[in-house]
């Protein structure tokens, strides 16, 4: 009886210091890729809103740069100059339900997958296979992180319900 009264105060106490008393529904996949490069993360950037576009870059080994448009608002691109820069648009409505890709000491390849079925890849298929998907059903990609030099190092993947506040288009 203790315990069972234990668990649920730590249980209320999370949920109350997280703002509002709901379900769990943050989880993260990776990181995937190498220890070089510096850390980044958009974790502040979601605040502008759900993700509504990806700009990748590409060279013929590796993604050597990324930016992600939060609403209105892009994030700093993070990566290198190599390469070529391509940008997908998301439409309105459309998240980003499964990400998947392959690495080594960086990321070779990223394969997006949207709700609305729509699959967008960049990169070339050298290395380890990754599969990202959200832990809670109904939860798309939030933000991303990871590790960047000359090219993207390592990326991770952080899910969540969607937003009430941001803005999109
Ligand atoms: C891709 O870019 C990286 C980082 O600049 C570089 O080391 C690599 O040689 C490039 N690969 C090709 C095929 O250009």
């Known amino acids: 009886m203790f315990h069972l009264t234990l668990l649920v105060l730590l249980c209320c106490a ?3 210091s997280a703002g ?3 379900k769990p529904s943050a989880s993260h996949s990776g990181e ?3 220890n070089g490069g510096l850390r980044f993360s958009h974790s ?3 605040l502008d809103g759900p993700i509504t576009a990806l700009g990748i870059r590409t060279n013929a080994s590796y993604i050597t740069g990324l930016l992600v448009r939060y609403g209105r608002k892009w994030s700093d691109y993070v990566g290198g100059p190599s390469g070529e820069l391509q940008t997908i648009m998301l439409n309105p409505g459309e998240s980003i339900t499964q990400v998947s890709g392959k690495f080594d000491s960086y990321i070779c390849k990223l394969k997006f997958q949207t709700n609305l079925g729509r699959r967008f890849s960049f990169g070339v298929d050298v290395g380890t296979s990754f599969t990202a998907i959200p ?3 109904g939860a798309i990609l939030t933000y991303i992180s990871g590790r960047s030099g000359a090219v993207i190092d ?3 993947f952080h899910w969540n319900v969607e937003f009430g506040g941001g803005a999109r288009h």
């Open 14 to 16: 999370t949920s109350i």
């Open 44 to 46: 502040v950037d979601q």
């Open 20 to 22: 509002t008393i709901k």
């Open 154 to 156: 390592a990326i991770g």
């Open 135 to 137: 832990l809670f059903p």
């Open 32 to 34: 995937y890729g190498g």
